[in-house]
């Protein structure tokens, strides 16, 4: 617990700590309006799920791009950090692939209107894109290899030929509401699967 100095402040390194909690807050909301109604919509929506008003919104992120980016990096990070827990907590390898490909797929949902959001920025978007990769491959190589060490997959599937498959099957969601990326991403991970005797 932050101890006031003797002239009754709190120490600002709280203040930062707080802060950086609601913007967390504000991040998770915006991603899982994001998912569900695209990145275009409205920041009241945003900030309802959030519970907090537009102004901090705004305050936080002047721009529509700029909080796309910064979900963007968020879900970057969570992805990163869920894949190790998820191998941990999971009944196998397999499962935790399964989980880490379930958020994989939402933060792509969101990805794909980021090019949208960032129409005049190509270096900021191919900058976000590199920074994509170096966290999220060997992520999702850890993964593969826990799977592959199991025996619940067959060897020789890379991390990043994985991505790009699950990619390209969220790419249709965009334009078909009935369409459900992650019924094919789940027969694409059967797929990888080692027969059982």
Same mark, same amino acid.
């Given at each position: 617990m932050p101890t006031a100095s003797h002239s009754g402040e709190v120490p600002p390194r709280s203040k930062r700590a707080d802060a950086q909690r609601n913007q967390q807050t504000l991040l998770t909301a915006a991603a899982a309006v994001f998912v569900t109604s695209g990145v275009d919509a409205p920041i009241r929506e945003i900030a309802a799920r959030a519970g907090v008003g537009m102004g901090t919104i705004y305050r936080h992120f002047p721009t529509? @791009? $700029?909080?796309?980016?910064?979900?963007?990096?968020?879900?970057?990070?969570?992805?990163?950090?869920?894949?190790?827990?998820?191998? @941990? $907590?999971a009944d196998s390898p397999l499962d935790a692939l399964r989980q880490w490909a379930d958020l994989f797929v939402d933060f792509l949902v969101t990805k794909h209107g980021l090019a949208n959001a960032m129409q005049s920025d190509s270096s900021g978007f191919d900058a976000l894109h590199t920074y994509f990769l170096d966290r999220l491959v060997p992520v999702c190589a850890q993964l593969l290899d826990a799977a592959v060490e199991a025996g619940e997959i067959r060897s020789g599937t890379q991390a990043y030929e994985l991505m790009r498959g699950i990619g390209n099957l969220c790419i249709g969601r965009d334009g078909d509401p009935r369409y459900d990326p992650r019924r094919l991403v789940e027969l694409l991970l059967r797929g990888l699967q080692r027969p059982q005797p």
């Open positions: 529509r @791009a $700029d909080l796309v980016v910064a979900v963007y990096r968020h879900q970057v990070e969570t992805c990163a950090e869920a894949g190790p827990h998820l191998l @941990a $907590d």
